[in-house]
């Protein structure tokens, strides 16, 4: 029994020392392994260096304490790592390896004199956790160039090369200075990544964001401080910017998704100068790039050395066109800014939206103070709104010491297709009284060159009427405090049959009257629609005047006429009627000498002005070939021989 008893014991011993000697030998080949990654920074004529690597067998966990590392390359790049725990740590192949969960601890990244403007940032995560995670065994070296894009891009492959079921990190610190651009520190707190893998992230949260930031300005500074809470991003997908950053696929038209949303809960940022600021919300989605266009290097490029060196023109509308181009190969399906407000010392302005969605750029729920009063809008909508568009035709007015032509002026309507502003109340000048915009909306399209030939105008508005304006004082003499606008006015160019059509243009002067006209121009050149005074006037005098209809609905403008004449010559309302009805039929007799269809006019206007409340229809029906020319000088020198080129036609009914 003795033997067996001291049998086990040197089988235990010698059991014991195998295993610590194999325990010894792994541990060996772990930092044999270590060292070798190291040394493959060095060899490229970094800086690398770490300190104690441990590895216990049993639960596979692999430490390595105290890393720095310094790319030859970049010389203004330091990442120090305090220390890297690595659990259940195992070699998938000979390139990769995984591990259930890799902690690291005291991670800092210093950027020094980064880019042109020689941006100094850094990165401090004290506590960073990676779960299930997959990854090459060695990194790859850093390109050779000192190019902040092509370090961009070298970053962005390594992660595509990275797959983790969650990383989390308590807390992330980001310090910049950009020298007289200012500087600044930006605190995240409770970031958590879900499902990482081939450059992309299924959801990614970031429970808060502080930030300070130092701007500097003429006169006093500025400090500028806030938070935003909960950022939220969805269905990011790397390999679309990784595309944009790399000189190869400056080919590819492709659009490449790279966030599916982003979200964010309240934004409130406070400045030393006396102004608040707080958003409620932003969401935004659908955000994809087009390689062959968005193309960040070629900005970077742009950008010069000394900042304080103001551009030249033509340097600044480089840069605009760029950022132009820059923007078109950016696409945004649908952005949404919840409720603002900004506190300042005049006041606090709100805005309860701002939208864009489907190339429609709105502003909603406007609440802002002036020095007249309060001011309130609805709405105001820019439609068919494209950025890049905008800024180049911003770039082509940007001529040094010449003024923008007409056409160039006109190459807005190029870049716009319309405009709406709703239900505004603004305080009119200095007065109680206020000006209330149910609808004011203009479309238009059918460009020829930067002309539209097509258009429509809608107005509904309430205005005081301006006891100032000598136009207006027989409407306030006559007690007319407000005027109710409904305007109407609707034209279109047709090329294939060459006319041209207003119909209807309406305006409706609410207790006054409501007038209405339709008609139509035939043979209209193309060659007309151009900002050259000279060649429009020479194609004008192929144009042909079509058919004239014109009604006028009393709703008050009689009344108001006569009680005026009344005034002026003080006899009685009846007697001023009845004078103005015969020197309408005195005026006519001139006319129906020479043109008898007048009479029919000339009756219905007087039986018109005779009874109150009627509506009055004029029709002019050409009775040949009338050119618009021709037709414009004879009214301005003979108004009756002008009329005896119309059939005439007239009537009045209540």
Known sequence: MKRILIGLV???????????GFNLYVQHRATAEVEAAFEQLRAGGGKASHGKVAFDLTSRTLTVEDIAVEPAEQPQAHVKIAAIKGVGVRQVDERRFAADSIDISGFEIALDEVGPGKLKVSYKVPQLTMRDYAGPLRAPNPPASGSLIDMY????????????????????????????????????????????????????????????????????????????????????????????????????????????????????????LGMRMQVDGIA??????????????????????????????????????????????????????????????????????????????????????????????????????????????????????????????????????????????????????????????????QLVGSIPSKANLVVKMVSPTDPTSPAQRPLIMAGVDKLAIDLDLGAAWTESSGTFALAPATIDLGNLAKAQARFALANVPRGVFTVDPVQAMGQAGQIETGAIELSLRDSGVVDLVVAQFARIQNVSRDAARSAIVEMIRAQGERIVSTNPDAKTAVDALASFVATSGQTLTIKLTPLGKVPVVQLMNALNSEPIVALAQFRIEASTGL
């Open 153 to 272: 891009r070298f970053v962005l492959e390594q992660y595509a090369s990275v797959t983790a079921s969650s990383v989390t990190a308590p807390t992330l610190a980001v310090t910049f200075d950009a020298g007289k651009g200012g500087s600044g520190e930006i605190a995240y707190s409770g970031l958590a990544i879900q499902k990482l893998g081939q450059g992309k992230v299924d959801a990614m949260k970031v429970d808060r964001a502080n930030f300070t930031m130092n701007l500097p300005q003429p006169g006093k500074a500025d400090k500028l401080t806030g938070e935003i809470s909960d950022i939220i991003i969805n269905d990011f997908d790397s390999t679309g910017i990784t595309a944009a950053l790399d000189p190869q696929k400056a080919n590819d038209d492709s659009y490449h998704r790279v966030y599916g949303q982003i979200s964010s809960g309240s934004y409130v940022a406070t400045s030393t």
């Open 284 to 445: 935004v989605t659908d955000i994809a790039v087009q390689p062959s266009k968005f193309r960040p290097a070629e900005i970077l490029a742009l950008l010069p050395a000394d900042r304080s060196a103001l551009p030249t023109p033509a340097q600044s509308r480089e840069m605009m066109e760029k950022v132009a181009g820059f923007y078109e190969g950016l696409r945004v399906g649908k952005i949404e800014i919840g409720t603002m407000s900004m506190t300042t010392p005049q006041g606090t302005p709100r805005l309860r939206a701002i939208k864009y969605r489907e190339g429609e750029l709105a502003i909603e729920g406007l609440d802002a103070p002036t020095p007249q009063g309060q001011i309130k809008m609805e709405r105001f909508a820019l439609k068919s709104f494209n950025i890049a568009n905008l800024m180049h035709w911003a770039a082509s007015l940007t001529n040094p010491g010449q003024a923008p032509s007409p056409d160039q002026m006109l190459g807005l309507f190029r870049v716009l297709a319309g405009a709406e502003i709703k239900g505004v109340v603004s305080p009119y000048k200095n007065t109680r009284q206020l000006v209330t915009i149910d609808t004011i909306s203009l479309d238009w399209g």
């Open 10 to 20: 040197a089988v235990i011993v010698l059991a014991a020392g195998g295993w610590f």
